[in-house]
């Protein structure tokens, strides 16, 4: 996915949604914004990914402020919340047969990433009662594009699969799955972030919701990057 124009003021509308949550004096938010709107004055390229520009202000946004983890409290709260739901998801899952198990599990995977407190629509001040609500639309209105029965063949014939986690909270769920996986005979690494950034699931986090109880082995993808950078990527991940 390259950059576009209209991508400028997303990735501003971002930092600015970030800052307004973070307890920091009015002028070092105005450093935070003056330094970044440099730094996209001067690398901001239709050549580069979006994720290169976010990654880059949110680190101008922890070096400035000190903050080591942004959004410490939100994070915490979205993992909690996603164990507390996996766990009822978990036991709705059982009664059902292995295929439509797996879909099951792969619905609510998906339906997770409403976690994702950086998006538009939930943002970094949302509230849980809402993402409740919102997975369950989801899971209820199916998905628009469905190859799940696709992915459950070849994922039943597979001897190693690579899981590369997205954000807090949705990781639980991912655990789920993960679970389902490992029945299959199947080897399942899990790769996370190395350091903090928005709202994307780091090893910790990955320890947290329990990861390391469901997949054959936990990796480093990279450092604080949002997404996977293929610059910064782990050797491991390589």
């Given at each position: 996915?390259?950059?576009h124009?209209n991508?400028?003021s997303?990735?501003?509308d971002?930092?600015?949604g970030?800052?307004?949550?973070?307890?920091?004096?009015e002028?070092?938010?105005n450093?935070?914004l003056k330094?970044s709107f440099?730094?996209?004055?001067?690398?901001f390229?239709?050549?580069?990914?979006?994720?290169?520009?976010?990654?880059?202000?949110h680190?101008?946004?922890?070096?400035?402020?000190g903050?080591?983890?942004?959004?410490?409290?939100?994070?915490?709260?979205?993992?909690?919340?996603?164990?507390?739901?996996a766990e009822?998801?978990a036991?709705e899952?059982?009664?059902?047969?292995e295929s439509?198990?797996?879909?099951?599990l792969v619905n609510?995977?998906?339906?997770?990433?409403?976690?994702d407190?950086?998006?538009?629509?939930?943002?970094?001040?949302f509230?849980m009662?809402?993402?409740?609500?919102?997975f369950?639309a989801c899971?209820s209105?199916?998905?628009?594009?469905?190859?799940?029965?696709?992915?459950?063949?070849?994922a039943k014939?597979?001897?190693?699969?690579?899981?590369?986690?997205?954000?807090?909270?949705?990781i639980?769920?991912?655990?789920?799955?993960i679970?389902?996986l490992?029945?299959?005979?199947?080897s399942?690494?899990?790769?996370?972030?190395?350091g903090?950034?928005?709202?994307?699931?780091?090893?910790?986090?990955?320890?947290?919701?329990?990861?390391?109880?469901?997949?054959?082995?936990?990796?480093?993808?990279?450092?604080?990057?949002l997404?996977?950078?293929?610059?910064?990527?782990?050797?491991?991940?390589?």
């Amino acid at each position: 996915m390259r950059t576009h124009l209209n991508c400028a003021s997303c990735i501003v509308d971002d930092l600015c949604g970030a800052l307004d949550l973070v307890p920091l004096k009015e002028e070092i938010k105005n450093e935070i914004l003056k330094e970044s709107f440099q730094f996209l004055a001067r690398e901001f390229s239709t050549e580069k990914i979006p994720s290169y520009f976010i990654t880059e202000v949110h680190r101008i946004l922890k070096r400035i402020s000190g903050i080591e983890i942004p959004f410490k409290e939100r994070r915490d709260k979205c993992n909690q919340l996603g164990i507390k739901m996996a766990e009822k998801i978990a036991l709705e899952a059982e009664g059902l047969e292995e295929s439509e198990r797996f879909s099951f599990l792969v619905n609510w995977a998906i339906a997770s990433n409403h976690l994702d407190f950086r998006t538009v629509g939930t943002g970094y001040g949302f509230q849980m009662a809402e993402i409740i609500e919102e997975f369950r639309a989801c899971v209820s209105e199916g998905l628009k594009i469905d190859q799940r029965d696709e992915i459950f063949r070849i994922a039943k014939s597979s001897s190693k699969i690579l899981y590369i986690h997205d954000n807090v909270g949705e990781i639980a769920f991912d655990k789920l799955l993960i679970k389902e996986l490992r029945r299959y005979g199947t080897s399942v690494i899990s790769a996370l972030r190395g350091g903090p950034i928005t709202s994307d699931a780091t090893i910790e986090d990955g320890e947290t919701v329990g990861l390391q109880d469901a997949a054959s082995k936990i990796i480093l993808a990279g450092p604080d990057t949002l997404g996977i950078s293929l610059n910064e990527m782990s050797d491991q991940l390589k």
